[in-house]
Each structure stands twice: as structure tokens, then as C-alpha cells.
């Protein structure tokens, strides 16, 4: 029997005042907000956990194969309304909220939006977790239990202000600690040779500490766990310092613990030096290996059939020291033969790449891995001397020049080694690892990202959703192709009426929204453009303000020649120390407070850079957006997932040949797309070329006036030369080519103005869109990485 045929009738209500009164100790008359919002979700925790106990107890009678996904970001965002919405309760919530006299959207937006990653990769991961309970396979996803996400922003006359963010202030509704599942992660020390074996005492060693979080899956099909590690010291309080007085001092082992699992590094792809990094790497790459092991002793006898019970994914490089950690696990702890457990290792490791931004390769210093992980480093030398004995003609050492390269040592340790779009997979073989490529041309597959319809489509935009259930029934939440079966009834115009009255009432909900809470009008009938992600040069957020300038100067030029009215939308952090994606997040601000100042122009253009931009705003700016931008220079990104949730909500794109674009154009027609700029082999010959962006300024006037004008300090008068950094990289190296790609941008972007004026048409490639994004369902991605990758079955047939 599963959950779902166990499912009791509701009191739903009846839940909910019992929690108030007996979990939070509440009556009613005194209830706060919080208090209902966390009544609510218990209530809410109660029906996942029926369904969590089914599945735990399925998948260790099956013996099946388990899939543990270990990654340093979660990006979930809130759960509380995904919760609702995959266990088919949202509409009984809603009643049971507003029976109570509560607002339902209060209390959703009530919670904290839990922000535990950075971007893309991060979101992910979050996405995968709800595929892989939607397909009932039996999945955990290992991680660390921040107690500050990334940062929260802010602006400071137009400039990024960071504040820590502080989610955990409040109780967290969704997690179960688990003292029980307790694990000793040791640092530094030595080594010693003992009957020949390694011996590793560490010097010091901090406890990790397991805070499970059920991830419910569509329909409550099936239910898996996200397990997260927060450190304390293993030996919390120094009584003897204690007793003399000494507080702080007797406190000191604790603090120095609990930093490990303090802040999520707020990097994007760049990585941070930082021995406190690695050390959280470590961290929870032991306690995760520790756990799956014991997991697997209590199921399996024969650890040599690890490789048969067990995949284990790396999400990126950052759980690379997964690989000697295991081998030491296999070899010292429990004495198989070296070349054993390395095979062993091997056959259980996969290992995920999201970047080939030089700068995003993790490379550690040989001297900081010796000092912190002394037998590490010794198995890491080994693996390398015996990788180099087995191919002697082609070096590809892990080890070179005093650093540790963890991509190479990521790939010699995996079965499986998989890029996150055709593109970027075929640039990993190419580039990063052509020559381990060479050596191992079997190893490296594709799995182009997608995203959870669930979250992404069903849950944000109900609008949208409830018009193709209307026409098509519903089983595309859980099957996304389905959404093919839209277009065969796009010719009738009620339908098309209906999308394009749901996009206006979005827009209309998001102007509100953003008067409300900015103080800044839009008009729901001018185009909405919108630009959000990480502040980055190579996703070229100033090659999008620098067209937005030179469109400001054409309409001042020429007010009445019928111009299409645009907002263009910004949102995305920049990395607090990457001073040159601050400077891009001013100049928007800059350019954007003096655009809409401007009466001539501002009827048809505004410029609004929303602050603090997270998955709540995504999903709020997604379904209310006509137009995405996705203007990488091509071979820089390496899928994009944003790009797939706006053409899955009918926005159309304008943008490069980069990343999983490539592929969604391939699917919803080039007729469908705004495609321009330099393709990857394109971008690599123009980069040779002496003075490109002079040459592309010279040959481009509008270029040229509005590189001038943000140089002169038309948007920057209280400081003309705060810009001169942006201009003099642009007309100077421009290793990003925003000069080279502007020309055809700029064509591209007026073809977007000619398309939108003709609503009928432009609302039929919109919904071109929808029906044709069937693919980018993260669940025909993880049915990828279940039969290409990790040989897992799902346990509910026919899932
Ligand atoms: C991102 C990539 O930039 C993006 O193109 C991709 O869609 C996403 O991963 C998921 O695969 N990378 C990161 O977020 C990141 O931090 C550094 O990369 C390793």
C-alpha cells in the first residue's frame, strides 16, 4: 500500500490548532504569523513523513541501489508551498488558512526562502532532489547545514550592500535533527606506519552532526531525504577553563567548530582560497562517506559490492577529496588492497562539471592539503603515480606545480564524468580534459540540466497551469512531454486568449508587487525583459545596459517613431569581492535612475534593478516576464537553467549559441528564438583578432555614443569617472566581446520590438514555447543519470 491510498481524510484544520497548542505551545488569541505559519507546516510535515516512512521501508526491503548526490548548495528556496502543492494539498490548505481568518499568501510568504547555494549549480541540485522523489528513486542528497546562507543584498545609492542572512533565526519548520547520527571528522595531525598500515591521528577533530530533511515528491509518490552536517565540537565546553573563570576560553573549541558550518562561501564560480573552505569540504565529504558506508553495512555484507549498492555523485569539484577519502576508508580502515579499493572508489564515484571558467577550477596548494590532510595527500600522490605508470605517453598528473588539481583528480576517480548541456560537454572534451578524454573515451557523457515542472511552472504560475490542465488534462505536472499535446489546440483562439490574458494578469500582479514594495510604476503592457542570475562579465549583464543606453539615445533622438515599450528587469548578486561585477550592478542602478527620470523617454523604456534576488523572486518574475535574456558569450555557460523555466512560463529568448540555449532552440524552433552573436569557434577566432572592440566601436556608431556617454558620466555627474574602469576594459581587452556582439544585439532586440507589436503572433510563439520545453524537465535529466550514470532503478514501476 502506498501513501497515497493511506491517505486519511483532512482535518486539516484540526491539525493545525493542535500544533499551534501542543508543538509551539499557542492558543490562538495570541498567535502570531510565525506561529501559524509553523503550525501549518507541521501539520503539513506530519503527511510527509507517512509518505517517508514508506518509502525508507520499499527501498531496504527491495535492497535496492542507492543514489547519494553530494553537493556544497541547496538553493531550495521555501518548501512549504512545493510541499503543499506535490502532495495535492493546496487547495484544502487554502481553505483551512482563510476558515482560520488568515491570509494564505501571508503565511506562505511568511517563511524564509532557505538561500544554502549560490546560483545555478546550487538550484540544481535542489531540482534534482524533487525529480529524483517524483521518479521514486531511492536518492539522499548530502550537505552542510549553513547557518548563513548567501548573503542578503541591498542598495546604497546604487551600490551592493551585503548583510548576512539569517534563516535559521527563526525555527526551521522542516527539518528532524538526528544526534544519533553523529560522525568524527578529523584535521591535520600525522601519520604513522603501523604493522604496514597507515595510521592517521588527526590533531584536532570537530563532530558532524545529521539534520534530515524530507523532499516529497509529485504526488507524494515517494519520499527522500536531504541530510545536511552542522559542526560542533567534540568537545563542547572546557570545564577547567570553565572553572577558573575563564568563558570565552572554555567556549573557544566550540566556536572554532561551529565556523565550519557557519557561512556558505558566497562565490560563483570562483574559487575561494581559503583553508576554511576546504576544510568544509572535507567536512562533509567524511561525515556523508561515513554514513553511506555504515548505511551499507547494515544492508550489504561484501563491501565489494559497494559499486552494485552504491553511486555516489559529485556535484562539481568541491566533494573531490570524496576520492582518497574513500580509498582510505576501503584501504587503512578496513584493509583491502590498494588497487581494490581505488577500483572500488572508482566504480562508485561520478562526477558532475558546471564550469570551464579557468578561474572556477579548483586547485588546491600541496603544503595547505599536507597540513590538513596529511594521509590525504599521501593517497592522492599514489592514485597519481599509478595513473601516470597506467598511461605513460599522455601526463595528465592530479599534482603539478605545488597544487592539487581537483577536476583531474575528480576525473581519474569517477566512472562516470558528465557536462550539463551538449555544448559544454562537447568543450569539456575538447578543452579541460582533452587528454584525459583521449585516455578514457568512454567516461565523459552529457546530461543537459533541467528544471522540477512542479516548482518551476505548476506551483508559480497557476495561471498558466490551470489553462493547459484546462486543455490537455493534468498529467503533464508529472510527465512534462505531455505538453506537446498544447499545440495541436493553439489555432483555437479562446486558448490563445486565455495565455495571453493569464501573461497579462502575471504582469499585473508583479507592477503591483513592485510599486508596492519599490515605489517604481511599470506598465503591465510594455514588454517585460528581464535579465536574473549571478552579476557576471561572461553572462554580459552590461552588454544588456549598454544596448539600454543606446536605445535611451534613440528615442531621445527620435521620440515619435513608434518605439515599443520596454522595462527591462535586472535582478542577481555579485560576489562581495568581485569589485568589477559591483561597479556593473552601479551602473544599472545609475543608468537606470536616470532613464526613468527622463519624461521624453520613459513612456517606452525603465530600467529597474530589484534588489536581493532569490528563488521567491524568481518565481515571482518568471511568470510575469515576455522576454529572457540569455546573452553568455558563447562557450562560457555551461548550461543555464534559468533560460529553460522562461520558455517553459511562455517568454521568448533573445540570445547566444551558449550552453543549453542551443538546445532550447533546437526544440521550440529557430522561429521561436532571437537568436545573435558569435558562436563558441566564432568567439575564440574573434579574441585573436588585434583591437576587436575597437573595431567594433569604430564600425558601430550607436556603439560608440553609448560607450561615451557612460564615460563622460552621463548616469554618474556626482563622480563622471566611475565608470572609466568599465568603459577602458570594454574599449580595451573586452575579453567577454560585449563590443563585438553588440551590433547584432541590437538587430536582434529591435526584431524582439517588430515581434512584440503583433500581440496574436507573438502570443502563439510564446506558447510555441511552453508546448515545445517538455524536455527540460529535470526528470528526463535524472532518468538520464539513472540509466546512463548510476544503474538505478525506480521502485514505483512505470514512474
Ligand atoms: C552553473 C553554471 O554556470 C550554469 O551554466 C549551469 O546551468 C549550472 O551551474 C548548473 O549546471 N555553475 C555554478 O553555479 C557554479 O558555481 C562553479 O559553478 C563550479
Given amino acids: 500500500m502506498t501513501y497515497q491510498d493511506a491517505r486519511p481524510a483532512t482535518g486539516l484544520q484540526d491539525a493545525i490548532l493542535r500544533h499551534l497548542t501542543y508543538t509551539i505551545g499557542k492558543d490562538t488569541a495570541h498567535a502570531t504569523l510565525h506561529d501559524w505559519r509553523m503550525a501549518l507546516s507541521y501539520a503539513v510535515r506530519d503527511k510527509i513523513v507517512d509518505s517517508w516512512f514508506v518509502s525508507t521501508r520499499t527501498a531496504y526491503e527491495a535492497g535496492a541501489k542507492r543514489v547519494y548526490y553530494l553537493s556544497m548548495e541547496f538553493l531550495i528556496g521555501r518548501l512549504l508551498g512545493d510541499a ?56 539522499m542528497g548530502y550537505g552542510i547545514r549553513y547557518e548563513h546562507g548567501l548573503f542578503r543584498q541591498s542598495f546604497e545609492d546604487g551600490r551592493q550592500i551585503e548583510q548576512p542572512e539569517t534563516w535559521l533565526q527563526q525555527r526551521h519548520a522542516w527539518e528532524f535533527e538526528r544526534p544519533e547520527a553523529m560522525y568524527r571528522v578529523g584535521f591535520g595531525g600525522h601519520v604513522a606506519d603501523q604493522d604496514d598500515r597507515a595510521v592517521w591521528t588527526p ?32 568537545d563542547p565546553l572546557d570545564l577547567k577553563r570553565f572553572n577558573h573563570g575563564d568563558y570565552v576560553g572554555a567556549a573557544a573549541a566550540e566556536m572554532l567548530a561551529r565556523s565550519i558550518s557557519r557561512v556558505l562561501y558566497p562565490d560563483d564560480t570562483t574559487p575561494a582560497g581559503k583553508e576554511l573552505r576546504l576544510k568544509q569540504e572535507y567536512f562533509f565529504t567524511a561525515a556523508s562517506l561515513h554514513d553511506i558506508l555504515r548505511r551499507f553495512d547494515s544492508e550489504h555484507g561484501d563491501i565489494r559490492a559497494l559499486p552494485d549498492k552504491v553511486a555516489i555523485q559529485l556535484n562539481d569539484t568541491h566533494p573531490a577529496i570524496a576520492g582518497p577519502e574513500l580509498v582510505r576508508l576501503l584501504h ?16 562508485t564515484l561520478n562526477y558532475t562539471n558546471h564550469t570551464l571558467l579557468p578561474e572556477a577550477l579548483e586547485k588546491w596548494p600541496v603544503d595547505l592539503m599536507r597540513h590538513l590532510l596529511p594521509r590525504h595527500m599521501m593517497l592522492i600522490d599514489r592514485i597519481d603515480a599509478d595513473h601516470a605508470a597506467h598511461f605513460p605517453a599522455r601526463p595528465t598528473p592530479i599534482v603539478a606545480d605545488g597544487e592539487v588539481n581537483m577536476g583531474t583528480l575528480s576525473f581519474v576517480m569517477a566512472n562516470r564524468v558528465n557536462g550539463v548541456s551538449a555544448l559544454h560537454t562537447e568543450l569539456v572534451k575538447q578543452t579541460v580534459f582533452a587528454d584525459l578524454h583521449a585516455l578514457h573515451p568512454e567516461r565523459i557523457v552529457n546530461q543537459t540540466n533541467g528544471v ?202 533573445v540570445g547566444t549559441l551558449d550552453g543549453a540555449n542551443v538546445e532550447i532552440r533546437d526544440h521550440v524552433g529557430a522561429e521561436n528564438f532571437f537568436l545573435f552573436g558569435m558562436t563558441a569557434p566564432e568567439v575564440v577566432a574573434r579574441r585573436a583578432v588585434p583591437d576587436h572592440a575597437g573595431q567594433a566601436i569604430a564600425a558601430d556608431p550607436r556603439l560608440a555614443a553609448a560607450l561615451e556617454a557612460i564615460h563622460q558620466g552621463a548616469f554618474s555627474s556626482d563622480d563622471p569617472n566611475r565608470y572609466h574602469d568599465i568603459t577602458g576594459n570594454l574599449r580595451g581587452p573586452d575579453y567577454f566581446l560585449v563590443c563585438s556582439d553588440f551590433t547584432d544585439y541590437w538587430r536582434a532586440q529591435r526584431a524582439v520590438d517588430a515581434a512584440y507589436r503583433d500581440g496574436a503572433h507573438w502570443t502563439r510563439m510564446a506558447a510555441l514555447n511552453t508546448a515545445r520545453s517538455g524536455w527540460f524537465s529535470s526528470d528526463r535529466t535524472i532518468r538520464g543519470y539513472m540509466a546512463d550514470i548510476w544503474g538505478a532503478t525506480s521502485l514505483r514501476p512505470g514512474a
Fill in 84 to 139: 503543499l502543492v506535490n502532495l495535492r494539498f493546496d487547495a484544502e490548505a487554502k481553505a483551512a488558512v482563510e476558515g482560520l481568518g488568515l491570509s494564505f499568501d501571508a503565511v506562505l510568504h511568511d517563511e524564509p526562502d532557505a538561500a544554502l547555494g549560490n546560483g545555478g549549480l546550487g538550484r540544481l541540485a535542489a531540482c534534482f532532489l524533487e525529480s529524483l522523489s517524483t521518479l521514486a528513486c531511492p536518492a
Fill in 203 to 234: 590533531a584536532e577533530a570537530v563532530l558532524a552532526e545529521a539534520h534530515d530533511t524530507p523532499v516529497v515528491g509529485w504526488q507524494a509518490r515517494w519520499t527522500n531525504t536531504l541530510r545536511l552536517w552542522g559542526a560542533r565540537a567534540g
Fill in 332 to 347: 587503512d580502515e578496513r584493509g583491502l588492497p590498494f588497487d581494490e579499493a581505488v577500483d572500488l572508489a572508482r566504480r
Fill in 452 to 653: 522540477t515542472p512542479r516548482r518551476w511552472l505548476h506551483a508559480c504560475n497557476p495561471r498558466l497551469s490551470g489553462i493547459i490542465t484546462g486543455a490537455i488534462g493534468e498529467g503533464w505536472v508529472g510527465d512534462l512531454e505531455q505538453l506537446s499535446g498544447l499545440e495541436p489546440h493553439l489555432d483555437d483562439a479562446g486558448l490563445q486568449d486565455a495565455i495571453a490574458g493569464a501573461k497579462r494578469a502575471n504582469k499585473v500582479d508583479l507592477s503591483n508587487w513592485v510599486s508596492a514594495t519599490h515605489g517604481v510604476s511599470l506598465d503591465p503592457d510594455a514588454m517585460f525583459d528581464v535579465q536574473i542570475k549571478r552579476i557576471h562579465e561572461y553572462k554580459r549583464q552590461h552588454l544588456n545596459i549598454l544596448e539600454a543606453v543606446a536605445l535611451w539615445q534613440a528615442i531621445r533622438a527620435n521620440p515619435n517613431a513608434g518605439w515599443t515599450p520596454r522595462v527591462k528587469i535586472f535582478g542577481g548578486k555579485a560576489a562581495p569581492g568581485y569589485v568589477f561585477a559591483k561597479k556593473i550592478i552601479h551602473l544599472i542602478n545609475d543608468v537606470a535612475r536616470v532613464l526613468n527620470a527622463d519624461p521624453v523617454t520613459s513612456p517606452f523604456l525603465k530600467v529597474v534593478f530589484l534588489p536581493n534576488y532569490n528563488v521567491t523572486l524568481a518565481e515571482r518574475l518568471i511568470p510575469a516576464s515576455d522576454l529572457s535574456e540569455q546573452v553568455s558569450t558563447a562557450g562560457k555557460e555551461a548550461s543555464g537553467t534559468g533560460n529553460m523555466k522562461f520558455a517553459l512560463n511562455g517568454a521568448l529568448t
